[in-house]
């Protein structure tokens, strides 16, 4: 009986060894594939640039909420992608994100984003300027970027945006304009109505919330 014990513990020994080598070539290879990824991502921020794109009609009265695309492509054909998603309106840049892919998965991503809205080229400089001024005039209302802004932003390292001929007027009617998205929980809502109230007063803003 004891010495069945014994194998039976000792079988288990070596199962928990197994599985913790397991698990800890799993974690060498993730932060080896990240490590990899992060070296290829540096590299392809000194790309080309690619394409740039924007939503159409951005500033229009029904619009205010669209997607700045910014592309580099590497000489081995990948695709370095920083997505903005901007409010022109009110709180500058509310999402953002930057990752290397192959065309076919650019092509997609950039198919998904034209079935919400339509996109126009621009060029590099604008596209910066637009960005970083839609964020300058969020901050000027007591409001953060999204937390990958700072990273999605270096794809814009070496452009001038002084060489942009375009200029954009922010908010609405003359005033900010919250226009509460369908993922705005009522608590960010709340808030982003208390700090523009404590900023401008309750006559110095305007806001959308959708019906319930």
């Known amino acids: 009986m004891a010495l069945r014990h014994r194998k039976i513990q000792i079988k288990k020994a070596k199962k928990t060894t197994a599985r913790k080598k397991r698990t800890s070539t799993i974690r060498r290879e993730a932060a080896l594939s990240s490590i990899t990824n992060q070296l290829a991502t540096a590299q392809a921020l000194r790309a080309p640039f690619y394409e740039c794109w924007e939503r159409k009609s951005l500033f229009e009265p029904d619009a205010g909420i669209g997607t700045v ?58 596209a910066k300027k637009l960005v970083e001024e839609a ?12 937390r990958d802004y700072r990273f999605a932003r270096k794809i814009f390292k070496d452009i001038q945006k002084e060489q942009c001929p375009s200029t954009f007027a922010f908010g609405r009617d003359g005033k900010p304009m919250y226009l509460a998205g369908p993922n705005d929980s009522a608590q960010f809502s709340r808030k982003v109505i208390d700090t523009l109230t404590a900023k401008l007063g309750t006559d110095g803003f305007h806001f959308l919330m959708p019906l319930d």
């Open 69 to 126: 695309v910014v592309t580099r492509k590497t000489p081995g054909n990948q695709i370095l992608m920083a997505a903005f998603l901007l409010d022109v309106f009110c709180l500058g840049v509310k999402d953002a994100h930057c990752m290397l892919m192959g065309e076919a998965e650019y092509r997609f991503r950039l198919q998904q984003l034209e079935t919400h809205q339509d996109l126009v080229k621009i060029e590099p400089a604008c």
């Open 135 to 146: 964020q300058n005039y969020a901050e000027k209302l007591g409001f953060s970027p999204h």
